[in-house]
């Protein structure tokens, strides 16, 4: 299968993004909103959102898109709305300045039902790292008949390879995972399989059971300190060498949360591609084929694959009394 149009349009989708959420975060716009979950969403979510389901619109019209956020949001806030309109024009089309029924349209081109080709947004992935301009990412990918094939991620604010603030990763299934600096040259991305262990893991405790990532990392007998950062980059630092594994393992406050597709489907594929490994806590491959959650799985585990048996075993021991 060719998907060299698919991977181009995306990443020049997850681009355009990118220097959207730049401008709006070097405007210092910082006002959010607060959804139903409480969780916050900012108009670097929704215009980030807005243009990447643009893009794919005039690409690949017969796709389908799910994607997180709801133009209904900002529609119902009037500043919002004005400061979306706003940044949208000087962040990322000054010439047609659209409206914001327009902007709303294209947000809205996100509410798709389930098709054999979807695309798959998270326009901020770790809007809390956004807010405390740490680390956030824009993910894009593309399922075709349940199974990722093409994957982008965005990291504004991650160091790349040469040292220099924001890259992008892409990976094409069967095609490898790059590495791309903002500014220099692109590299192909390989695990790291030193025999030194680093865990990544969320910042946030909601997201996680960061006491038992202690209890791992002990019987793991790691040493160095875990890398808790927000978002998807937690994929990326795995793919390219910087940690060996990233848990996302069940909370047990909520024992019937399912993980979102939009939260792992970019960087499961980055990871993969690279020659890593990701499954759920019990070890069971990821099943992007039932929606928009991963309703057969429960946590997250993505390592560079020479460790992974060695991190379940920690993880099934852990979770004994």
């Given at each position: 299968?060719?998907l060299?149009?698919?991977?181009?349009?995306?990443f020049?989708?997850v681009?355009?993004a990118?220097?959207?959420?730049?401008h709006v975060?070097?405007?210092?716009i910082t006002?959010?909103?607060?959804?139903?979950?409480?969780?916050?969403?900012?108009?670097a979510?929704?215009?980030?959102?807005?243009i990447?389901c643009?893009?794919i619109?005039?690409a690949?019209?017969?796709?389908?898109?799910?994607a997180?956020?709801h133009?209904?949001?900002?529609?119902?806030?009037?500043?919002?709305g004005?400061?979306?309109v706003?940044?949208?024009?000087?962040g990322?089309?000054p010439v047609?300045?659209?409206d914001?029924e327009?902007?709303c349209?294209?947000?809205?081109?996100?509410?798709?039902?389930?098709?054999?080709?979807?695309?798959?947004v998270d326009?901020v992935?770790g809007?809390?790292?956004f807010?405390?301009?740490?680390?956030?990412?824009?993910a894009l990918?593309?399922?075709i008949?349940?199974?990722?094939?093409?994957g982008v991620?965005?990291?504004?604010?991650?160091p790349?390879h040469?040292?220099?603030?924001?890259?992008?990763?892409?990976?094409?299934?069967?095609?490898?995972?790059?590495?791309?600096?903002l500014g220099?040259?692109?590299r192909?991305?390989?695990?790291?399989r030193?025999?030194?262990?680093?865990?990544a893991?969320?910042?946030?405790?909601g997201?996680?059971?960061?006491d038992?990532?202690?209890?791992?990392?002990?019987?793991?007998?790691?040493?160095?300190?875990?890398?808790r950062?927000?978002s998807q980059?937690?994929y990326?630092?795995?793919?390219?060498?910087?940690?060996s594994a990233?848990l996302?393992?069940?909370?047990?406050?909520t024992?019937?949360y399912?993980e979102n597709?939009?939260?792992?489907?970019?960087?499961?594929?980055?990871?993969t591609?690279?020659?890593?490994r990701?499954t759920?806590?019990?070890?069971?491959d990821?099943?992007?084929s039932?929606?928009p959650?991963?309703?057969?799985?429960?946590g997250?585990?993505a390592t560079?694959?020479?460790?992974?048996?060695?991190?379940?075993?920690a993880?099934?021991?852990?979770?004994?009394?």
């Amino acid at each position: 299968m060719d998907l060299t149009k698919e991977t181009s349009v995306a990443f020049g989708a997850v681009r355009d993004a990118m220097n959207y959420c730049l401008h709006v975060q070097q405007s210092l716009i910082t006002s959010s909103l607060a959804k139903d979950d409480r969780s916050p969403v900012t108009i670097a979510d929704f215009g980030a959102q807005a243009i990447i389901c643009r893009a794919i619109q005039k690409a690949f019209p017969n796709d389908s898109i799910l994607a997180e956020e709801h133009a209904t949001q900002v529609m119902r806030d009037g500043e919002m709305g004005r400061q979306l309109v706003a940044a949208i024009h000087a962040g990322y089309d000054p010439v047609t300045a659209p409206d914001l029924e327009t902007i709303c349209s294209w947000i809205d081109a996100g509410r798709g039902d389930s098709a054999a080709r979807q695309w798959i947004v998270d326009p901020v992935d770790g809007t809390k790292g956004f807010l405390r301009r740490e680390q956030y990412a824009i993910a894009l990918a593309l399922r075709i008949d349940g199974q990722i094939k093409v994957g982008v991620l965005g990291c504004p604010n991650l160091p790349a390879h040469n040292g220099q603030i924001g890259c992008t990763f892409y990976a094409t299934a069967r095609g490898g995972a790059v590495e791309m600096p903002l500014g220099g040259e692109p590299r192909s991305l390989r695990v790291s399989r030193d025999a030194e262990l680093v865990l990544a893991e969320s910042v946030e405790s909601g997201h996680t059971d960061h006491d038992r990532h202690a209890a791992i990392a002990a019987r793991l007998k790691i040493t160095r300190p875990s890398i808790r950062m927000d978002s998807q980059a937690k994929y990326a630092i795995v793919a390219r060498g910087d940690a060996s594994a990233y848990l996302r393992l069940p909370n047990p406050k909520t024992p019937d949360y399912r993980e979102n597709v939009w939260d792992h489907a970019a960087g499961y594929l980055i990871i993969t591609e690279a020659g890593g490994r990701v499954t759920d806590a019990a070890g069971k491959d990821l099943d992007f084929s039932q929606g928009p959650k991963l309703i057969n799985n429960r946590g997250i585990v993505a390592t560079n694959g020479h460790c992974h048996t060695a991190v379940l075993e920690a993880v099934a021991r852990a979770s004994c009394p």
